[in-house]
């Protein structure tokens, strides 16, 4: 069983969502998204966190707290998280009160995710250049984290904005707030904020060849600013995404992406302006080579999966909260659900303390199969002979 420096890592989903192409029924594409978060209710998932796009035809979720205050009405479990509210694109007097209303529609079930925004045409349509959104979400997040997390009035402007003597009029549902996570990719960006902060961490390219190698250095700088702040550290809060699909064999994994997995790679090399997150290849072949010989992800079996968590879980250098599948369309719904059902019957336990119990009680029972398989039976016979003996004592009174 592999070794887990968390004693109950948590699995869930990263939803963009990636429903490519761009020429199917976008109504349908979101009642699909509905119906994996659904899903993975029913099969024990713990998160799922759904991100906010404005432009480039396959990321349609433009609102994830709209979304989440559905999903929480037809979900029962499993939290649920922006993953991200571009928090540079928005009023923050506006996005704490929505947060909060979701958070009380949820009962608590809602998680709070910022980041800069990752789609350059969303941020043109509002006139703001790349090089401001960082920036700007350290900024907006400080004033943001004021008008959560305290009673005060908030006074503060910028060129974007201003917020005059504000105050959310609800308290949050969750005592004292929901979690806040902040995204991160290759950049020391998201570790700053969240160890300055003490929030929670989303390690968004976390499997990328580039993210793979600051992976430990992700919270290296965390801790760092956390020990300057004087915030507290906890590596639960800590999430990686990444890419996968499996199926009973890896031949069958490989054929099943045959239906959209090209289509992916293309959306993230001519029409996703993000260098950190572009697929290699121009054949299919070369880009299966390119999530599965690079570290990216797994395109193959459980056991693979198993494996590459188990990885990830080392190259973290003491362990992380959370594993999060990256939502995607590379194979056709019934074997995406196929998928979801054999990573919760077999990856998940794999890192659950109740499956050391159960190789273990399993090993126990082994152990003194033998000498109680004899006496079992021993003492079965014994109650036999004794029976019918009774028996023929009675018959002959």
């Not at 571009?86 to 009160?97: E, K, M, R, T, V």
């Not at 920036?135 to 917020?163: I, K, Q």
Request: net charge negative; with cysteine.
């Amino acid at each position: 069983m592999p070794a887990n420096p968390v004693n109950k890592l948590r699995f869930g989903i990263f939803m963009p969502p990636f429903n490519s192409p761009s020429t199917q029924n976008p109504t349908t594409s979101l009642q699909r998204n509905i119906e994996t978060i659904q899903l993975l209710d029913r099969l024990g998932y713990d998160e799922a966190w759904i991100g906010e796009h404005h432009s480039a035809g396959t990321e349609i979720i433009a609102d994830p707290l709209t979304f989440i205050s559905h999903v929480g009405a037809v979900t029962r479990n499993i939290k649920l998280g922006t993953g991200v509210v571009s928090l540079p694109y928005h009023h923050p007097l506006w996005i704490a009160d929505r947060a909060i209303l979701v958070d009380h529609l949820l009962r608590g079930r809602l998680m709070l995710g910022v980041g800069p925004g990752s789609l350059p045409t969303d941020s043109e349509m509002i006139g703001l250049e790349p090089s401001q959104l960082r920036p700007a979400l350290g900024e907006d997040l400080d004033v943001l984290l004021r008008l959560l997390l305290t009673e005060e009035r908030v006074t503060h402007r910028t060129d974007r904005y201003s917020v005059v003597e504000a105050r959310t009029q609800l308290a949050p549902y969750s005592d004292p707030c929901f979690e806040i996570a902040v995204a991160a990719t290759v950049s020391p960006a998201g570790p700053i904020l969240a160890g300055k902060h003490g929030l929670g961490l989303l390690s968004l390219g976390a499997t990328t060849r580039e993210g793979f190698d600051v992976l430990a250095h992700h919270w290296d700088v965390l801790e760092a600013e956390a020990a300057k702040a004087g915030q507290p550290t906890d590596r639960s809060k800590w999430r990686l995404v990444g890419p996968m699909h499996i199926a009973e064999t890896k031949e069958q994994a490989i054929e099943d992406v045959r239906y959209g997995f090209d289509l992916f790679c293309e959306y993230t090399q001519k029409t996703l302006a993000l260098p950190t997150f572009r697929a290699v290849g121009e054949t299919f072949e070369e880009r299966v080579a390119w999530i599965n010989e690079t570290g990216l992800g797994v395109i193959g079996t459980p056991d693979e999966a198993i494996t590459q968590i188990q990885r990830l879980m080392d190259q973290s250098d003491g362990g992380f909260g959370c594993y999060m599948m990256m939502q995607h369309d590379w194979a056709n719904w019934e074997a995406t659900q196929r998928h979801y059902e054999l990573f919760a019957r077999h990856v998940i336990p794999a890192f659950q303390p109740s499956q050391r119990r159960l190789l273990a009680a399993q090993e126990w029972a082994r152990s003194r199969h033998g000498e109680l398989d004899e006496k079992n039976g021993a003492a079965i016979a014994a109650w036999s002979e004794k029976y019918a003996a009774e028996k023929e004592a009675a018959g002959q009174a």
